[in-house]
């Protein structure tokens, strides 16, 4: 396949980038061997098919990964697929701690880029088992996959108050816009407090408060 036009949004990414830089350059060069074009979302590079996302490329403490967007949908006879917690349907990545394992593994890797293209070439989708109430937004999941602390703080929510947030946020139309709900709650998830919970300590619910006391006699 052809190669993929370099996005400039990504070049800063790598440019700018303390960890995993010479990774992140090996992966990037194998996903675009296979003509999925580069785009820049949720702060980290993404490959997409016609404008679906197809694999998303991002960094941890421990490993740098590659997540593919419906890795459950795709046969792993290398058993390399990870998901990432249970409450993630339709995500898998690929993990890797050292450049030496991506390029052992690039055959491999660029089999599973191919299998994730045919799947959104079929427009096939991750079935949502009907336990899960409702399905998170990518743009959380993203958020999750960032920052362990705010995963945990989240999962420790009453499941009230994570579907609170879950519907507040996918009620969103836009992808930034869902970005920037998530940014917003951010402290109140790490503090704790459901969407609606007072945040001042003088009364339980919104509407009675809003969180936006200056001044309490």
Excluded at 32 to 45: A, I, N, V, Y
Excluded at 87 to 98: D, P, T
Excluded at 169 to 186: D, F, P
Aim: aromatic share 8%; glycine share 6%; with cysteine.
């Amino acid at each position: 396949m052809m190669e993929s036009k370099l996005n400039p949004k990504v070049d800063e990414f790598l440019s700018n980038a303390t960890t995993w830089k010479e990774e992140f350059q090996a992966l990037r060069r194998i996903v675009l061997d296979s003509g999925l074009t580069e785009d820049f979302k949720w702060m980290h590079p993404c490959y997409t098919l016609q404008n679906k996302n197809v694999v998303l490329m991002h960094g941890f403490k421990e490993y740098c990964a590659l997540l593919f967007h419906k890795g459950a949908l795709l046969s792993d006879p290398k058993g390399i697929l990870v998901q990432q917690t249970e409450k993630v349907q339709a995500a898998r990545q690929i993990r890797f701690k050292n450049l030496q394992e991506i390029l052992e593994l690039e055959p491999v890797i660029k089999e599973y880029i191919t299998k994730a293209i045919e799947v959104e070439k079929a427009g096939l989708k991750v079935e949502v088992k009907r336990e899960t109430e409702i399905e998170i937004p990518e743009e959380l999941q993203s958020k999750f996959s960032e920052n362990a602390a705010f995963q945990e703080a989240f999962e420790t929510l009453t499941p009230g108050r994570q579907r609170e947030y879950i519907m507040h946020i996918g009620q969103a139309k836009k992808s930034e816009t869902r970005t920037a709900r998530i940014e917003k709650n951010m402290p109140r998830i790490l503090n704790g407090k459901g969407l609606k919970d007072c945040v001042c300590g003088f009364s339980k619910r919104m509407p009675n408060c809003d969180g936006s006391h200056k001044n309490v006699e």
